[in-house]
């Protein structure tokens, strides 16, 4: 099942308002995630955080890496129609013996014109 | 291609039936994972390859469960006797290493009736 706890499951806001949305977990990542997926699509990489207390932006959306490293949020600044869509958040942990990602159970977000 | 690629698109079992589900990495991409996605719900790691080696099964819900990689490029999951609780998107993704950006496909979407 699924490791990480992202928070809202969904958000309807109107265009130009900012978005927050997080994942916690009760593990440690080596690397947060967090991915957009549209409709009959796979999920396609936003942004990519490598180390603790790491903030990073890419456009709209800036992202930061906890400093426990079991936490991340993302934000979206003046959102537009074509940021609708469903928001995971990922966990990547590798080691010697496995290289698996542990994703949350989504944020939908709606963008009323 | 340009990015990964899945196949068949869609697909419709009955029940007991074996199915296989193809996925086409990125050319020169070393890894290689599946990922279930039930509906509402984020991905769920299956099954991870480096070249050829199936390093990590560890998500594999069960011995019905089965994924190959012969030559290190082109990969099957294969499924057999589906069962209902089969039903899901099946994604696979491509990476150039084990510990880079993972690409993913528009995934296959089984149903078993």
């Known amino acids: 099942g699924q490791q990480l706890n992202q928070s809202p499951q969904s958000m309807f806001i109107q265009e130009g308002e900012d978005v927050s949305m997080n994942c916690t977990s009760s593990?440690?990542?080596?690397?947060w995630l967090w991915y957009k997926q549209d409709p009959g699509e796979g999920p396609v990489l936003l942004i990519a955080?490598?180390?603790?207390?790491e903030l990073t932006s890419n456009g709209r959306l800036t992202a930061q890496f906890g400093i426990t490293r079991k936490d991340s949020f993302l934000n979206i600044s003046a959102s537009i129609p074509s940021d609708v869509g469903i928001y995971f958040c990922?966990?990547?942990?590798?080691?010697?013996?496995?290289?698996?990602?542990?994703f949350g159970a989504g944020t939908r977000l709606t963008v009323k014109p | 291609g340009a990015g990964v690629s899945q196949s068949p698109r869609y697909k419709v079992a009955k029940r007991g039936q074996d199915v296989a589900l193809r996925c086409d990495p990125i050319?020169?991409?070393?890894?290689l994972f599946w990922y279930q996605q039930a509906l509402g719900q984020g991905p769920e790691f299956l099954t991870y390859?480096?070249?050829?080696?199936?390093?990590?099964k560890s998500g594999l819900p069960s011995d019905r469960f089965f994924a190959e990689r012969p030559e290190g490029s082109v990969s099957t999951l294969k499924i057999q006797r589906t069962q209902q609780e089969d039903s899901a998107v099946y994604l696979c993704?491509?990476?150039?290493?084990?510990?880079?950006?993972?690409?993913f496909g528009p995934g296959t979407r089984l149903t078993v009736l």
């Open positions: 390859f480096q070249n050829e080696a199936q390093l990590d």
């Open positions: 990922a966990g990547h942990h590798t080691n010697d013996y496995n290289n698996d990602m542990r």
């Open positions: 593990s440690i990542f080596n690397t």
């Open positions: 050319s020169g991409h070393v890894s």
């Open positions: 955080l490598y180390k603790a207390g």
């Open positions: 993704a491509s990476s150039p290493g084990p510990l880079d950006t993972q690409y």
